[in-house]
């Protein structure tokens, strides 16, 4: 089990607009850390998507955008194309457990 | 631009010691502005970070696997590596090695790049 929780998966057309949620806690997300997010297309490496809560890394498009608030982060995805068809994972750091970087269990994007 | 390399087995006993590295290009593993690390993914599963090490020589371990883990550095070749002992079926996963980058306050870090992966199957 996952410190932080994720949807298994989530769907949309092209076109639309899909959000993922990203649960921690008080030790994690609550306790302020960053929440960042990576999309691993399939058969492919994790690729850092968003970082310190809601920065994109260059090259990443504007149609990802994500938020924080409270013991929660979000991921948006607008204007949904077939390519962001991938994996999607939240990450932060908890302090509970002595230097403990940690990841939700994933969320599968399936575009319609 | 940094790229990482992961190299080693793909296939293990069950109780052998699983052996990676890291070939890291484009950048210094003595660079006081990152860390560095192995996360793994079992087939199917999410992301599980394993080890990290820091310029200066410190080490972070998941406490999952403290007792059974290893991961050191060679400034000389810019690479670092892992040793996990005594594997099991449990361990077949596909390990990345990452550099981990960090931002304003302790904690708030993020992975970027990955390197590829490597699939490592522990069978008898």
């Known amino acids: 089990q996952s410190v932080l929780t994720q949807p298994p998966s989530v769907s949309g057309a092209p076109g639309q607009t899909v959000t993922i949620s990203c649960t921690g806690s008080?030790?994690?997300?609550?306790?302020?850390?960053?929440v960042q997010w990576y999309q691993q297309l399939p058969g492919r490496a994790p690729k850092l998507l968003i970082y310190?809560?809601?920065k994109w890394p260059s090259g990443v498009p504007d149609r990802f955008s994500a938020s924080k608030s409270g013991s929660s982060a979000s991921l948006a995805i607008t204007g949904l194309q077939a390519e962001d068809e991938a994996d999607y994972y939240c990450?932060?750091?908890?302090?509970?457990?002595?230097?403990?970087?940690?990841f939700g269990g994933g969320t599968k994007l399936t575009v319609l | 631009q940094v790229q990482l390399q992961e190299s080693g087995p793909g296939l293990l006993k069950p109780s052998e010691t699983l052996s990676l590295t890291c070939i890291v290009s484009?950048?210094?593993?003595?660079?006081?502005?990152?860390?560095w690390g192995w996360i793994r993914q079992p087939p199917g599963k999410g992301l599980e970070w394993i080890a990290i090490?820091?310029?200066?020589?410190?080490?972070y371990y998941n406490p999952s696997l403290k007792s059974r883990v290893t991961i050191s550095g060679d400034t000389s070749k810019n690479q670092f590596s892992l040793k996990l002992n005594s594997v099991t079926a449990a361990d077949t996963a596909v390990y990345y090695c990452?550099?981990?980058?960090?931002?304003?306050?302790?904690?708030?870090?993020?992975?970027?790049?990955w390197g590829q992966g490597t699939l490592v199957t522990v069978s008898s």
């Open positions: 484009g950048g210094s593993i003595s660079s006081s502005r990152y860390f």
């Open positions: 990452g550099r981990l980058c960090q931002g304003y306050k302790y904690g708030d870090n993020w992975f970027d790049p």
């Open positions: 008080s030790s994690n997300i609550g306790a302020g850390y960053d």
């Open positions: 310190g809560n809601s």
């Open positions: 090490i820091y310029y200066s020589g410190s080490t």
């Open positions: 990450q932060s750091y908890d302090s509970s457990l002595s230097d403990y970087w940690v």
